[in-house]
């Protein structure tokens, strides 16, 4: 059996990384990843954690705190079920992307110790205001390595709320509050577990725009706390953004079209049969989101 060379991750989790690594931009820093492993060895990073109080942060080693590892771990496997499936340390500035012949013998070691199959390591690396994360997935019986791209769940991740509320005590979020994240690896992205393939020239086939369009949704989400939200595909390849009442119904219907974003996202309030009409929709070069709030703040009813 080979490693795997894809890493499932929900976007959440891969923002809550660069904003860990930037807070230490010139040093080493590091945490520990919670999810599982699909049958066939794919991993999904459900749960990021960054260093505690009294992690060890030097330039060329990170030691995470251990007290604080069995608190956090200790909750996430017991409470809700995840695994510790993987760890992640940034060699910031270094000019080393991959794991050093140091980090695989200490996962080989580590493995065989406590029996693993599998485990993840990410390294982070770091500009002062750029982020990228690289992922590598270890098999047992030998420190090498498979080199893994990112296939990311444009949203954020279930447990990454319940487990904040429940652990608000104890956790230590990083001083950064937002994420940047540059030359990442990315497969493909998973809409409702299908791996997208979308129209040539469609906005999302740029990568760093999946992010755009889980601030979107989160933005959404946040105007209308009693539905749910959601991006979902249609059989166009198109992306939209639902809000549904419990009972499944749509409410809003939010569709970017495929000249999206020079072209204006198409917003249909089902309810009354309102559709924005385009009129009022400024496409602003590489901002995106500003351009959607203001659009969506004049049409919404
Ligand atoms: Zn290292």
């Known amino acids: 059996m080979k490693p795997a060379d894809t890493v499932l991750v929900y976007q959440s989790e891969l923002d809550y990384l660069s904003r860990c690594i930037l807070d230490y931009p010139h040093i080493e820093t590091g945490g520990q990843l919670f999810g599982y492993w699909t049958s066939a ?3 999904v990073v459900l749960y990021a954690i960054g260093p505690g109080d009294n992690a060890n942060h030097q330039t060329t080693f990170f030691n995470q705190d251990l007290n604080y590892l069995e608190k956090v ?25 991959h794991p050093s012949g140091h980090d695989a013998s200490t996962i080989y070691d580590n493995m065989l110790k406590h029996r693993l199959r599998w485990f993840l390591l990410c390294i982070g690396n770091c500009t002062n205001t750029t982020s990228t994360i690289n992922a590598f997935n270890f098999i047992e019986n030998t420190p090498r390595y498979q080199e893994s791209q990112w296939e990311v769940l444009p949203m954020e991740s279930p447990f990454r709320k319940v487990v904040d509320r429940r652990l608000k005590q104890v956790l230590r979020h990083p001083y950064t509050k937002v994420s940047a994240l540059v030359g990442m690896k990315y497969k493909s992205t998973m809409v409702h577990g299908v791996k997208q393939h979308y129209p040539e020239g469609y906005w999302l086939n740029e990568k760093s725009n999946n992010k755009v369009l889980k601030q979107m949704l989160d ?3 946040a105007q209308y706390e009693d539905f749910v939200c959601s991006v979902s595909l249609d059989k166009n390849k198109l992306v939209h953004i639902l809000a549904k009442e419990e009972n499944e119904s749509t409410v809003v219907d939010i569709l970017f079209p495929i000249g999206f974003p020079k072209q204006s996202p198409l917003i249909t309030f089902e309810a009354d049969g309102f559709c924005a009409s385009g009129l009022g929709w400024h496409s602003i070069d590489g901002a995106i989101m500003p351009s959607f709030v203001e659009y969506y703040n004049a049409h919404r009813l």
């Open 73 to 97: 771990g200790g909750v996430l496997v017991h409470e809700f079920g995840l695994q510790h499936i993987g760890e992640w340390h940034s060699h910031h500035q270094l000019g080393l992307a």
């Open 219 to 221: 933005f959404v989400q």
């Open 41 to 43: 060895g794919v991993p």
